[in-house]
């Protein structure tokens, strides 16, 4: 039972990053319909940049931290600049495609900039674990699962009250009537990038603070998000924030309860079962738009 | 001289070769890649022969992503599963090379089937989704099925045997791969020409007018999924007689990547575009490598980052296509071959 309650509690945090990210691709998707793939590498970098500023330039965490999603921010911007406006008009495949070159070009720059070693991750968590019950919980795990549930709130009221947040559905809805409205489609873009790029980098960050340890290899999550977002529904917000949760504990039990069974690598894969599941029996997930055309 | 095209009938409209001097050159070219293994040196038929191989793979993705329009990641998935069908059948069952290559494209395409079921029946991006999933799935599977795929540490495959001769070093497996890769390239140059292939290129263009024309969408979908796993099984298996031993990281998802940057540079829906693509790709870490080993001796920091630089200058070339040329490296030559063929007329 302990065991039992261990694996769902770790599954419930992890989750919350992939809502988390799941939350940037899925803002993405929603305004400009592109597949994202280079989530992972935004995840990767915003965690490198923390971590450098942090050893190196010996700046405290906070400001660090700060400065990375400044950086994020910038990042994101860029990309939709000189890589996405360009590509305006063009057929979705091209725009997924140029996620897919985008990806392999962060990918090199990092490992350019910091190689391929296991770099340990400064401690931002105390290492002290709390009592709950009959589990003892690092307060890494606690910390994580609250910020990342204030953040996932306060963008939930960010795209249902704010000026911007509103345009950013509307644009969703449909780019010509936005533009007809006076919204600028252009910035709503840039913004839906440098949210996406942000909340990776926060989930980086986290992740990272959480196994003590940052590489590339770390940018895997960025794909172990499509299948949250699928099951959430790819253009649904709340979908993602459930949708992450669900994958966590799933793939903890997977791993869990399987691993021994089949010999390792059953939390990695159970995700992927999961989502030819979903796309053959809901394949517009828990909350998507059911808008889907059969043929 | 020829001053553009007019053309009277409809077989000249079909017609493979709009003139007598492609066909004459095509022919020179493929007797000059003939003879050519008694010329080339061990390391540029090792080359060669992956040139082949990935040209083979590239116009299978090609089929579905260029013409029908579907993206796939699922690539290097099924080049692993066309590869292990061949270190089952050749090694375990001692099935000889012209049984065990077309049977592994079929295994392909049917393990191909079962994540296109699902994902095709939806209009959309699922196919890029499912065929991710497929990825890891397959590498989850020839990780652990281990006394079928021999788990991480690979498994390896007789040679190919023809008419007694073992092909084992790098000149019989080109006579191997090379009229694999010819057949081929005809079939599906062919297949394009024929209603088959056209409905996929109207699936691409405009789905709901395909179907109002009387295409069945979702089957001719799962038939262009089916053909493209075939030459991508085949690739795969050709890939297991090259290599002899294959392992689950020869299949990493980079590997998926990759191809699909093949045919984007070389152009998406086009068969000389599959080649250019492979060509370019397939030469691009040699040159790295030649380059960096001539500079090694100025700057030795270089040897450390050439992992990094083949990585980054692919995904920029990829991208630098997809902006500024998305009909890729089979448009310039098109564009090329106009300019010379009015010269000085032209405009």
């Known amino acids: ?295 | 001289m020829r001053c553009g095209d007019f053309r009277q009938s409809y077989a000249e409209d079909m017609a493979l070769f709009d003139s007598p001097l492609p066909r004459v050159l095509l022919t020179g070219l493929l007797v000059f890649l003939l003879v050519l293994p008694q010329f080339a040196t061990t390391y540029w038929l090792d080359v060669l022969n992956r040139i082949f191989i990935a040209i083979i793979g590239a116009m299978g993705l090609n089929v579905v992503t260029g013409f029908t329009g579907l993206i796939s990641l699922g690539t290097a998935a099924f080049l692993a599963v066309g590869g292990y069908a061949t270190a089952a059948m050749a090694g375990k069952a001692g099935l000889p090379f012209v049984v065990v290559i077309p049977l592994s494209g079929l295994i392909t395409a049917a393990v191909g089937l079962v994540f296109g079921i699902p994902s095709l029946r939806l209009k959309g991006l699922y196919l890029a989704v499912a065929t991710l999933a497929a990825h890891y799935m397959v590498e989850f599977t020839v990780t652990h099925w281990e006394h079928m795929t021999g788990g991480v540490n690979g498994i390896s495959i007789p040679a190919a045997q023809f008419a007694g001769i073992e092909l084992k070093d790098d000149r019989g497996i080109y006579y191997l791969v090379f009229p694999v890769m010819v057949g081929l390239l005809f079939f599906t140059k062919n297949l394009f020409r024929t209603k088959v292939g056209k409905a996929f290129v109207a699936i691409r263009d405009q789905d709901i007018s395909a179907e109002v024309m009387g295409v069945d969408v979702f089957r001719y979908k799962l038939l262009a999924f089916a053909v493209s796993s075939f030459l991508i099984g085949v690739a795969g298996s050709l890939l297991a007689y090259q290599g002899r031993i294959i392992s689950p990281e020869n299949f990493p998802i980079t590997l998926a990547i990759d191809y699909l940057g093949m045919i984007i540079i070389g152009g998406l829906g086009s068969v000389l575009g599959s080649i250019f693509g492979a060509i370019f790709i397939t030469l691009l870490p040699e040159i790295l490598r030649l380059a960096t080993d001539a500079l090694g001796n100025h700057w030795p920091g270089l040897m450390v980052i050439v992992a990094p630089i083949k990585t980054g200058v692919f995904g920029l070339v990829v991208i630098l296509f997809l902006i500024f040329e998305p009909d890729g490296m089979a448009a310039r030559w098109h564009h090329i071959k106009t300019y010379w063929k009015l010269y000085p007329f032209s405009y």
């Open chain 1, 1 to 295: 039972m302990e065991f039992f309650l261990q694996l769902v509690l770790n599954g419930i945090v992890v989750g919350s990053i992939y809502s988390l990210v799941g939350l940037g691709f899925v803002v993405i998707y929603k305004s400009t319909s592109v597949l994202n793939f280079a989530q992972g590498e935004f995840l990767v970098l915003g965690a490198y940049v923390c971590l450098t500023l942090t050893v190196q330039h010996q700046v405290p965490f906070f400001w660090s931290f700060l400065i990375t999603l400044v950086f994020s921010a910038l990042l994101g911007i860029l990309t939709e600049r000189l890589i996405l406006r360009p590509m305006i008009g063009e057929p979705v495949i091209s725009l997924i495609m140029v996620t897919l070159g985008l990806s392999s070009l962060l990918k090199a720059i990092i490992q350019g900039i910091w190689g391929t070693d296991l770099r340990p991750f400064p401690d931002i968590f105390p290492a002290e674990p709390v009592q709950i019950g009959p589990l003892p919980v690092s307060q890494g795990y606690l910390i994580s699962l609250v910020s990342v549930t204030i953040l996932l709130i306060i963008f939930t009221l960010f795209f249902k009250f704010t000026r911007s947040g509103v345009a950013m559905r509307a644009t969703a809805f449909s780019q010509q009537v936005s533009l007809s409205m006076g919204i600028s489609v252009k910035r709503i873009f840039a913004l839906a990038w440098s949210i996406a790029a942000v909340v990776s980098a926060i989930g980086g960050v986290l992740l990272a603070g959480i196994r003590g340890g940052l590489d590339g290899a770390m940018s895997f999550f960025g794909l172990k998000v499509i299948p949250v977002v699928i099951l959430g529904g790819l253009d649904s917000i709340a979908g993602a924030i459930v949708g992450g949760p669900i994958m966590g504990i799933l793939e903890n039990l997977a791993g869990g309860y399987l691993d021994p069974l089949v010999g390792g690598g059953a939390k990695e894969v159970a995700p992927f079962f999961i989502l030819v599941l979903i796309l053959s029996i809901k394949p517009y997930g828990l909350f998507g738009k059911v808008k889907i055309e059969r043929v």
